[in-house]
C-alpha cells in the first residue's frame, strides 16, 4: 500500500503530517485517519501542521470520511490540540478543505498558508505561549 499521508511525531509538541501526492484509496486513508488519531495517545497539548503541498484530490468518500473523522474526534482535538495549520498552495485542494469544513466545522482554531515555513512560524509562535 502506498501511503496518502506521512505522520511525523519527531518535533512533538509539533506534529507534520505531509500528503505524499498518492491517489486516496479505501486502505491508504484509513491508515491516514488512524495515523492522525494515533498522535493524540500522548494526551499532552499539540499543534499539528498539515503539508499538502503534493496533496491530490481526495474523492468525496474520502472527503466525507475525513469530515465523520473531525466530528468522532472532537472532543479529543479540543482537549489536546492547540492549532492546526494547513499548507495548501493548490486552489483546488484549498476548496476541498473547505467542502470539508462545510460537513463539519474544523473544532480548533486553524489557519491556511501557502508556504510551509509561514505555518511553521505562526505554530511555533502559538506552542512558545502554550508552555
Known amino acids: ?9 519527531s518535533e512533538f509538541p509539533l506534529v507534520m503530517i505531509s500528503f505524499t501526492g498518492n491517489k486516496s484509496t479505501d486502505e491508504n486513508f484509513q491508515a491516514y485517519l ?10 499532552r497539548k499539540l499543534a499539528i501542521i498539515f503539508d499538502a503541498t503534493f ?7 474520502h ?3 475525513q469530515a465523520n473523522w473531525l466530528k468522532e474526534n472532537e472532543p479529543l482535538m479540543q482537549q489536546y ?5 494547513y499548507v495548501i498552495p493548490n ?8 467542502f470539508i469544513f462545510a460537513l ?12 510551509q515555513q509561514d505555518a511553521r512560524h505562526w505554530i511555533d509562535g502559538l506552542l512558545s505561549k502554550s508552555h
Open 63 to 65: 472527503q466525507k470520511m
Open 91 to 98: 486552489m483546488a485542494v484549498r476548496t476541498v478543505l473547505k
Open 1 to 9: 500500500m502506498e501511503a496518502y499521508a506521512l505522520v511525523d511525531n
Open 34 to 43: 488512524a495515523s492522525t488519531k494515533a498522535v493524540y495517545r500522548h494526551e
Open 104 to 115: 463539519q466545522k474544523q473544532p480548533v482554531p486553524y489557519q491556511i498558508f501557502e508556504k
Open 81 to 85: 490540540c492547540i492549532a492546526t495549520a
Open 55 to 61: 496533496a491530490g484530490v481526495p474523492s468525496i468518500k
